[in-house]
């Protein structure tokens, strides 16, 4: 299970760095530009509602930056995707540690909690929550929060597993408190896990969260996308989506790939 | 000894007893609320029950398991194929890496399903493509990694016994790289019936997704649960009798085992 924290781990760079660097760079950029250029060309050919050009596009984000409503919007999402997580991560981190601290819980979260909150469907939370809360913002929360659950506890416990026993007893040696042997000893060694399970967190709490806007929120910027598409609005689709990937990609490079690279060097992570 | 079985009475009776105490809490609460907000076990249970006789329930259910196998396996080919292009090349390896897999890893679902219907209007194929679509990064990631975790010396050794290229990927590659295939199986599998239904949502007349949607929109939340419970079960038998077994058969420790 503790797979799935594969897919928040940083991808080393490519594997002989000495043919160039600077020439891998260029054929980047290339492809960058070869996809635009191909978009491009095949939406002359093509009606616009089903592709815009780049053109039409850029210059629908250029109106947005102007437009406070999209800010506003985006704003509304970023707040449920961070309560969603921050919520998700406070109930996951207290199945995990529970799970460690008494035993007799264990079989009951690794084995009977975890697994369902693992299998049940997104969007059996979503249109139950639906149910219960009506449309806003409380059901997006609640729907995203347990989707996420379940990736915080794996996470987690993967790391309490991992806990070097002798480490531990190192710990006990020195200090009789539990809760200073938590703060100072604990804590710190699964700061790796708490960060691959927040960074997993972001990627799928962005992707459900448009989801769950979309069907059972009242703002957002899910909640635009569905208005855009009924008035087949295939511009601010496109506008919208490519803002999410600008966000999302300069969150991923610039804050999760760095701190990853820091963590990895302090830890000794290979 | 004796402290580690108690644990594990304990450990059983908290953990069937938690799972009893929730259903009958469950029902207690079902007891005042009508049933379009919380529906009663017996009144989910009947729901989840008709899905065993009711032709017309097992052919939602039949299609949506037949789209996403295609989607599981198409992706996790695409997959593959794309993750043997890297590891012979480096510029590939950082196409995949710097664009292909940003993109994708943050290209919202819901972006692909309104896209998916946009583009190729309702149909099965355009539930498998938006499907595909939303599992692809998973799988992508995990191929990569397995085949950038192959033991260069194991691979040369391969090439010493055989030349035929074939042989040598079903005999050495491939189950060098089976660990991280079958984990990213796993993962995709689970992502697709719990996210990916939402392609279901927007693209189809038919699957679960569809059916949960009918029941959403009629307020009949005993077949929201019912579908739930569905999935959950069918992610569960799935996971224990084919992916798990695949999983354990190709671990590192295969060849220590037997």
Known sequence: MSSVGTTGRAVPAGLTPSRGPARRAWILHGFTVAVLAVWWIYSQFVPAYQLPGPVAVARRMAAFVYDPLLAMQLGISLAHATSAILLAFVIGAALAFSAHFVP?????????TTPFLNAFSGIGWLFLGILWFGIDSTTVVFAVTMIL????????????????AELMELGRSLTRAPARRFAKLMLPMLVPYMFAALRISFGVAWKVTLTAELFGGNAGVGYMLNVARQEFDTETIFAVILFILLFVACAEVFVFRPLQRRLDRRYGID | ?????????????????????????????ARGLPSFVLPSPPE??????????DPALLYHLGVSFARVAAAV??????AVGLAMMAKSSATVMALLEQRVLIVLNSFPSVGWAILGVVWF???????????????????????LEGFRNIDPELEEMGASFSRSRLRRF????????????AAGLRISFGICWKIALVAELFGAQSGLGYLMLQAQSTANAAMVFACCFVIVIVVFAVDRLA????????????????
């Not at chain 2, 396996?73 to 695409?78: D, R």
């Not at chain 2, 309702?122 to 191929?143: G, K, Q, R």
Request: with cysteine; net charge positive; hydrophobic share 60%.
């Open chain 1, 104 to 112: 007799a819980t264990r079989l009951l979260i690794d084995s009977r």
């Open chain 1, 149 to 164: 659950i379940p990736f915080a506890t794996i996470n987690l416990r993967a790391g309490l597993i991992e806990l070097d």
């Open chain 2, 1 to 29: 000894m004796t402290e580690a079985v108690r644990t594990r009475v304990v450990g059983h009776g908290l953990a069937e007893g938690a799972v009893l105490l929730a259903v009958v809490g469950w029902w207690l609460t």
């Open chain 2, 44 to 53: 989910v249970a009947t729901a989840v029950a008709r899905f065993g006789v």
């Open chain 2, 73 to 78: 396996a198409i992706a996790m080919t695409l």
């Open chain 2, 121 to 143: 209007d309702v149909s099965n194929l355009t539930v498998i493509f938006i499907e595909i679509a939303i599992i692809l990064p998973f799988c992508l990631t995990n191929a």
């Open chain 2, 170 to 181: 079903t005999r050495v590659t491939l189950p060098l790289v089976m660990p991280f295939l």
């Open chain 2, 243 to 258: 992916l798990a077994p695949l999983a354990r058969a190709y671990s590192k420790n295969q060849g220590v085992a037997s």
